[in-house]
Nanobody
Framework: QLQLVESGGGLVQPGGSLRLSCAAS????????IGWFRQAPGKEREGVSC????????NYADSVKGRFTISRDNAKNTVYLQMNSLKPEDTGVYYC???????????????WGQGTEVTVSS
């Protein structure tokens, strides 16, 4: 079972930073591209970023480009999302999911977990 567990969310003021973690359980993360998605209240879930299995390729939504950085430590079986210069529009529940083997694709392997909630507010 491709189980991923998100953590690191919380309440932060605009302009602040958070680092989210996505830890794999039951499989080796190094064979999969991993993506981050988010869902704001009343909105559809949207893609935020994705990283290839080796970490050599990444992509970002235009709304977060230059502020967020995705990375991975395959030895720790974990993918990270460093979020800087946070805005209220970044508020939502963040999820990670496998998006194919080796390279990011439109695939969604496994099921959505509970996510981790990020709230950006004064």
């Amino acid at each position: 079972q491709l189980q991923l567990v998100e953590s690191g969310g919380g309440l932060v003021q605009p302009g602040g930073s958070l680092r989210l973690s996505c830890a794999a359980s039951g499989f080796n993360l190094d064979a999969y591209a991993i993506g981050w998605f988010r869902q704001a209240p009343g909105k559809e879930r949207e893609g935020v970023s994705c990283i290839s299995s080796s970490g050599g390729s990444t992509n970002y939504a235009d709304s977060v480009k230059g502020r967020f950085t995705i990375s991975r430590d395959n030895a720790k079986n974990t993918v990270y999302l460093q979020m800087n210069s946070l805005k209220p529009e970044d508020t939502g529940v963040y999820y990670c999911i496998a998006q194919g083997r080796y390279y990011c694709s439109g695939l969604r392997l496994g099921s959505w977990g509970q996510g981790t909630e990020v709230t950006v507010s004064s």
